[in-house]
C-alpha cells in the first residue's frame, strides 16, 4: 500500500483527536501506506511525530466552515487522496458535504463522540440525533470510539456501514523509564514521585482529575465535593486548564493543587503519583484518561454517565458513582487506600487485553485496507 494515500481532515485535533491521530500515524508507518493531516495552523505542535502535516485556518463559525470546505477541496485536488478520514462533528459536517459534491469521494467519519448524547435540553437532542443519523448515511463508513456509542446508535437506526473500533492510547510504559526523570516539579516546586507503589505509612489518599476545567468534564463537581468533604488528608491535584471558563478560584485551598497542563512525556508520572483518578464527567464519548489511567496501574472513580461505565470492572479497576456532589462526596470518603494500592495490576492487565494500541492500529489498518 506505499501509494495508498489517506487524507485525515479536523477542525480541530485539542485533546483526544491528537491522541487518536498519532496512533493513526503508526498505523500507517506500520502498514505501509501515506497519511496527510489537515489540522489548524495553531494546533501544529500537538502531532510533532506526524509527517506531511498541512494547514488550515478553519474554525467553528459559517466562515470557518467554508474555509475548511475550501482547504478539503484544494488540498484533495493537489494530493488525489483514496481515501478521506475525518475527525470530529465540524470536519464531518464538511467533508459529508464534499462526498454529496463528489460522489466518487470516498470518505470514513469518525464522530469522536456523537453530539445528541451530551447533557444539554431535549430540543438540542432532538435536533443533534435528527442531523447526525442523516449524516451517519453519507460515509462510506463510519466508526465508533466505544461500545455504549455502538449500541446506542444502532439501536436508533443510524447507519449499518458502522463499525466499533475502541480508543487507545499510546503505551509509554517501557520507553517512559528509560527515558524520562523518576520525578517532576509540580507547580509548587515539590517532587511528584514516578512510582506507584504507595508509602505504606502515608495515610493521604492521592486523587487526580486530568482533563479541561469545563462543564463536560465536571471539574465544579469534584471541586464542590472537596470542599464538601473538608478534609486535610485528601489531597487533589488538577492537570488541566480552562477552555470556557477558569475554575480555579472555586477552590483556594492548601490539599487542592492546579499544575496546568502537562505534556505527554510527563502526564504519566502525576498518575503514577495519584492513588485513584477521579473522572467526574457530564458526557463522554469514551474517556481517554481511564485508560491513561490504566496504563500506569491506577484505578479509577469515574461518574455513570456516557461510555464511562462501561470502561470499569466495579471494585476490579475502580468505581463508578452517580453524577452529583453528595454521590462524588460519598464516594470519595469510602476510598481504602490499600483497595486501591490492590487494583493496580488489575488495571495494567485491562490496559493490556482490552484497550492495547496495538489492537487499535490493527483494526484500522483492516479498515483502510477495505478501500485499497
Not at 164 to 182: G, K
Not at 194 to 201: G, K, L, V
Not at 211 to 221: A, N, V
Amino acid at each position: 500500500m506505499s501509494n495508498f494515500r489517506v487524507l485525515h481532515v479536523a477542525e480541530t485535533i485539542t485533546g483526544g483527536i491528537a491522541t487518536y491521530l498519532k496512533l493513526m500515524s503508526i498505523c500507517a508507518d506500520e502498514d505501509k501506506h501515506q497519511s496527510f493531516y489537515l489540522i489548524p495552523s495553531q494546533q501544529v505542535d500537538e502531532l510533532s511525530n506526524c509527517r506531511e502535516i498541512i494547514t488550515h485556518g478553519g474554525g467553528r463559525s459559517i466562515k470557518g466552515l467554508i474555509i475548511l470546505f475550501l482547504a478539503v477541496f484544494s488540498t484533495y485536488r493537489h494530493l488525489k487522496p483514496d481515501v478521506i478520514y475525518a475527525h470530529s462533528f465540524f470536519a464531518g459536517v464538511v467533508c459529508s458535504l464534499f462526498k454529496l459534491a463528489n460522489p466518487k469521494v470516498k470518505f470514513i467519519y469518525c464522530p469522536h463522540g456523537w453530539a445528541m448524547f451530551r447533557e444539554k435540553g431535549n430540543f438540542y437532542r432532538r435536533f443533534a440525533t435528527l442531523i447526525e443519523r442523516k449524516m451517519s448515511f453519507i460515509p462510506d463508513q463510519v466508526v465508533n470510539i466505544s461500545q455504549y456509542e455502538h449500541d446506542k446508535t444502532s439501536a436508533i437506526g443510524f447507519s449499518k456501514n458502522s463499525m466499533l473500533i475502541e480508543n487507545s492510547v499510546e503505551d509509554f510504559s517501557e520507553r517512559e523509564l528509560e527515558h524520562y526523570p523518576d520525578a517532576i516539579q509540580d507547580l509548587n516546586g515539590t517532587a511528584v514521585n514516578s512510582s506507584h507503589t504507595p508509602n505504606s505509612e502515608e495515610s493521604i489518599i492521592k486523587l487526580l482529575f486530568v482533563g479541561r476545567l469545563d462543564e463536560q468534564k465536571g471539574i465544579d463537581i469534584l471541586l464542590d465535593a472537596m470542599v464538601s468533604l473538608d478534609r486535610s488528608d485528601i489531597n487533589l491535584k488538577v492537570v488541566g486548564a480552562g477552555v470556557l471558563r477558569n475554575f480555579s478560584h472555586q477552590a483556594n485551598r492548601e490539599n487542592i493543587e492546579f499544575c496546568g497542563w502537562q505534556p505527554n512525556k510527563t502526564i504519566d508520572q502525576f498518575y503514577r503519583w495519584a492513588d485513584v483518578l477521579v473522572v467526574p464527567s457530564r458526557w463522554e464519548g469514551f474517556g481517554l484518561v481511564v485508560l491513561e489511567s490504566y496504563r500506569n496501574g491506577t484505578p479509577v472513580l469515574v461518574s455513570n454517565r456516557g461510555a464511562l461505565p462501561g470502561l470499569v470492572d466495579e471494585g476490579i479497576t475502580g468505581h463508578v458513582f452517580d453524577l452529583s456532589v453528595e454521590s462524588l462526596t460519598e464516594a470519595i470518603s469510602s476510598l481504602k487506600k490499600g483497595s486501591l494500592s490492590s487494583m493496580s495490576q488489575d488495571c495494567k492487565k485491562k490496559f493490556a487485553e482490552r484497550y492495547s494500541p496495538g489492537d487499535f492500529v490493527r483494526k484500522q489498518a483492516e479498515l483502510i485496507r477495505e478501500f485499497d
